[in-house]
């Protein structure tokens, strides 16, 4: 790409903050200080007057005159002064009297002598002006404390009059550092955006035509797929500014503060064009209006919403201010929102695949010390629906667990004990099974693998282990599907539902009785025919039917109220039931079945993983061979 034009506006080195705060002395409060200084300054004036009028200052020697006639009373006696009251004033005299303090035995030589004398304070020019600004100034700093709380910008969050202004980070051009480079695994939404990229880069070369760039693109996908990274590599590619804000930071505890927010932004937004304003968290701000029971049309977030919709509207995208968001609940989005001329284009980010989860790790692993022997391939195919997140996640594990062994280097068992950790919970060592536990979860697992590893197509056995991990975990089993599959044909879902009860079906088998152990492998087989009954239309009973949806369409408005309902009668429900019961038990006995042609295997098998506690793919009997592919969790129970 050629270069962008150089920017007229001057370069700021501002952080990733609001801006500079207000002046130390408001200028717009100019008239409100002067008018305090002018009453704090008439108040000094007229006390310093009341006390000149209506105190006598005498000598000390009259003083003393006065005090051996008896002619004074409440005396007050300080370092300084003395001070009192006349006993009978005289009519020049005034109510009260004070004077200097002269050292005793100095007075009584003096008085002695017949001479008249007073005492005075040594004060300086300094020392007045200190002591009527010192008092004065510390007012004023506490006024303009006080200010400043409440003032905009000021004090925590913003101050009270500052509850409308934007709480969206700035980060100048030079400081978004993130590029197209260090985001890996999303090409399709790389492309989507380099356009955008292009235009406000070169508005002019893209507008030629006529075309506009659209106000709002809409980054969709689960968490940890990199829809901020993605936002945050718009800009540093684009070397525009960039304001980043949560949805959840409009809404506050005063009505219309988050209609006022939106409008803020949007005003901050225009000044700075061309820039880019990336909202994450979108279904927090912009959830359906009307949805509930109890909402309005005065509902703060309604307010909010109608605000961001109005500004979707005014603004022209030809100014260069682009609108990006981020939600994973697109489904809960209001309608307004998502048509043309708002947010006019969707971009989903999804789970990477096999090669993005490679051009991930290839990110990440170049940030650790590694082993020559590390294969990011081999480790992108253990990783079968992890995220970016998840991805990086493994990664740090990995180097955490080779640190904690004082190893030198990152090896390949680092990183399938990290994905062990991740998939199955950490081990639990100090987990104590009785005997008899143990065995019925050798037998259980042993059940799982083997049944696995029976049916044609099924994914390999990577590993098996007898060892607690997690919450309430007691064993587990790992398959390594060969590829990434998107479709699941009917034979191959009830196989899955096969392996599943295949636990259950060894406990049956060998002990004469069922555990609570198959607790979860239960659910996710009920699941799955419920799935194959209401939603695929895979029962030949009940036909090709969909009678129930997972959840809202991709992108869809949700339905108020829609949740729960069922668009069937109580009959076909029975049918339904039954349906599923009857799918559930085929499943159960088909594992029963093959378990019994096995019998010899489950107990040697077993017996094995009593003894050693764990078995990979290679330690298995012949019957239980090891396969390469990638793991996914099949028992976690």
Known sequence: MSNPPPDPRPKT??????????????????????????????FLLAQLWWSQTQVDTIP???????????????????????????????????????????????????EGQGVAFSGRIEETWLTNLLSWLLPLGLLLVFWMFMLRRIGPGGGMGGGLMGVGKSKAKIYAEEEVKVTFDDVAGVDEAKEELEEIVGFLRDPKRYGRLGARLPKGILLVGPPGTGKTLLARAVAGESRV??????????????????????????????????????????????????????????????????????ELDGFDPSEGVVLLGATNRPEILDPALLRAGRFDRQILVDRP??????????????????????????????TPGFTGADLANLVNEAALLATRERAKEVSMDHFSRAIERIIAGLEKKNRLLNPHERRVTAYHETGHALVARALPGSDPVHKVSIIP??????????????????????AELLDKMTVLLGGRAAESI????????????????????????????????????????????????????????????????????????TLVQQAFERAVGLLEKHSKALETTAERLLEVETLTGDQLPQLLPGDEGETSPVRDA
């Open 469 to 490: 991990r997690g919450i309430g975990a007691l064993g587990y089993t790992i398959q390594r599907p060969i590829e990434d599959r998107f479709l699941m044909s009917r």
């Open 353 to 382: 695949d096999k090669p993005g989860r490679i051009a991930i790790l290839k990110v990440h692993l170049r940030k650790i010390d590694l082993a020559q022997t590390i294969d990011p391939e081999a480790i992108a195919a253990l």
């Open 241 to 310: 500014p960039f304001f980043s804000i949560s949805g959840s930071e409009f809404v506050e505890l005063f009505v219309g503060v988050g209609a006022a927010r939106v409008r803020d932004l949007f005003e901050q937004a225009r000044k700075e064009a061309p820039c880019i304003i990336f909202i994450d968290e979108l279904d927090a701000l912009a959830r359906a209006r009307g949805i509930g029971p109890i909402s309005g049309g005065h509902d703060e977030k309604e307010q909010t919403l109608n605000q961001l919709l109005a």
């Open 60 to 110: 000390y020697s009259e003083f003393l005159t006065l005090q051996s006639e008896g002619r004074v009373e409440d005396l007050t006696i300080g370092s300084d002064w003395i001070t009192g009251r006349y006993v009978e004033p005289k009519e020049d005299e005034a109510a009260e009297f004070r004077t200097v303090r002269v050292d005793p035995d100095l007075a009584n030589e003096l």
């Open 13 to 42: 080195g501002k952080g990733p903050a609001e801006g500079p705060g207000p002046p130390f002395f408001p200028r717009g409060d100019r008239t409100l200080w002067l008018g305090l200084i002018g009453i704090w300054a008439a």
């Open 510 to 581: 060998v002990f004469d009785e069922v555990s609570t152990g198959a607790a979860d492998d239960l659910a996710k087989a009920t699941d799955i025919a419920r799935s194959m009954v209401t939603r695929y239309g895979m029962d030949d009973g009940l036909g090709m039917v969909s009678l129930e949806s997972e959840r809202a369409a991709f992108l869809e408005p949700t339905v108020p109220f829609a949740v729960g309902q069922r668009h069937y009668s109580e009959e076909t429900a029975r049918e339904v039931d039954c349906a599923v019961r």
